[in-house]
């Protein structure tokens, strides 16, 4: 099992990456087995962090080995509601045995484990509420962890706190009291309801009777927010540590129709490297492709180019690749009554055709140079 680490040399660098057609495909690699470890010493290029040793209690405690262990429904996606996340876990980690591929995969918004008090301080009725949730997105990329990759899920709610975003990407008007003059107010999330803390859901229906006050408000923030991503770069931190590069695959879905364009269908995926900086050229045309040729619609970037994880995250240059995924919901369930649809095994399996393809395309140019050099 990979240890989660905090290295201290040198930066990887990485040459831009080339297609390096093999018989008209892109090049394949093999797994990474027991006892093959390719430890690199080089430097985790995002901000500093925690690994997991160093996670808060309530952070580490969410960072679970096995789905078993968290007591969380196996089908996720039915809405759940607890007193709290002191005693239920926020968030978990489902690891593979051995971790073969140098990828991790991350569905932040799939979380339907609603706080009673929440629920409480909302004008929004239980289906209403769950309109920003990625429901089953978890569940269809969990194949990936019988393939030899991890796959990190939250099990908050968005509408409750959003890790996609800036950790302080707060809306003012939304509190009583004066929040630190550090926050970012003015991004054009928060403009638009969804920050760090949203104001609204996806159609943009006000979630709260009431303002929150500033405690709550930071109080979230410190307990989910920045133990997530303290677990995020720990597990990213193993995995660079381990084969020298890493991949972030950031999950998400989208309503099968864009709100007012009803008439107009959406694609099947989206794909997102931030307009190319976010990983390498060759990994965003390989996923393009695969999909393609399972069948699906995709696109690149539009509406959907990758969130803060994507934006954050994703350093190529220095080994850290992270793309997006939007799956379109019509695809795999009923978004009226958040059921899994008749196409929703289907989906699933061709989800784990998809990441197990991804993961065998060798997208570095050449082989990596020895971090002493």
């Known amino acids: 099992m990979a240890r989660c680490v905090r290295p201290s040399h040198a930066p990887l660098r990485v040459k831009a990456a080339s297609k390096n057609k093999v018989s008209g495909k892109l090049r394949r690699r093999s797994a990474v087995g027991d006892g093959q470890t390719c430890r690199s010493g080089v430097t985790l290029a995002v901000d500093g ?32 509601t607890v007193d709290g996340f002191e005693t239920f876990p926020a968030f978990e980690i489902l690891e593979p045995s051995v971790q073969r591929w140098p990828f991790l ?18 004008r929004l009725d239980a289906s209403a509420i769950r309109r920003s949730e990625d429901t089953f997105v978890d569940d269809l990329f969990a194949g990936v962890v019988e393939l030899g990759a991890p796959l990190m899920r939250a099990h908050f709610p968005r509408a409750f706190l959003d890790v996609n975003r800036e950790p302080y990407e707060l809306d003012p008007t939304m509190f009583v009291g004066q929040l630190p003059a550090f926050i970012n107010a003015r991004s054009i999330r928060v403009a638009g309801g969804l920050g760090t803390i ?19 408000g930071l109080g979230r923030i410190e307990a989910l927010y920045k133990p997530y991503h303290a677990a995020l770069r720990g597990r990213l931190a193993a995995t660079l540590d381990r084969f020298r590069y890493a991949v972030l695959i950031d999950c998400h879905s989208m309503p099968s129709t864009a709100r007012g364009l009803e ?26 492709e695969i999909l393609r040729d399972l069948g699906y619609r995709v696109v690149r970037n ?13 350093r190529p240059h220095n080994g850290i690749h992270a793309l997006q995924i939007e799956a379109n919901r019509g695809l795999y369930m009923d978004e009226q009554r958040y059921r899994r649809g008749a196409g929703f095994a289907g989906l699933a399996g061709d989800l784990t055709t998809f990441c197990d393809r991804l993961m065998r395309i060798d997208f570095i140019d050449e082989p990596l140079a020895d971090a002493a050099e």
């Not at 580490?60 to 996606?77: E, H, L, M, N």
């Not at 539009?302 to 994703?314: K, L, S, V």
């Open 198 to 216: 949203a104001r609204v859901v996806a159609d943009s229906e006000e979630i709260y009777r009431d303002r929150l006050t500033v405690e709550e």
């Open 49 to 80: 962090g925690p690994g997991n040793d160093d996670i808060p209690v309530s952070g580490r405690r969410a960072v679970a080995r096995d789905a078993r262990q968290t007591g969380f429904p196996a089908k996720a996606g039915r809405m759940r």
């Open 105 to 122: 995969f991350n569905s932040p918004h799939s979380g339907a484990a609603y706080p009673r008090a929440f629920l409480r301080s909302a």
């Open 302 to 314: 539009r509406p959907y180019a990758g969130g803060y994880i994507t934006e954050h995250y994703g």
């Open 263 to 288: 008439t107009r269908v959406r694609p099947d995926f989206v794909i997102g490297d931030r307009f190319g900086t976010s990983c390498s050229e060759a990994l965003t045309d390989a996923a393009v």
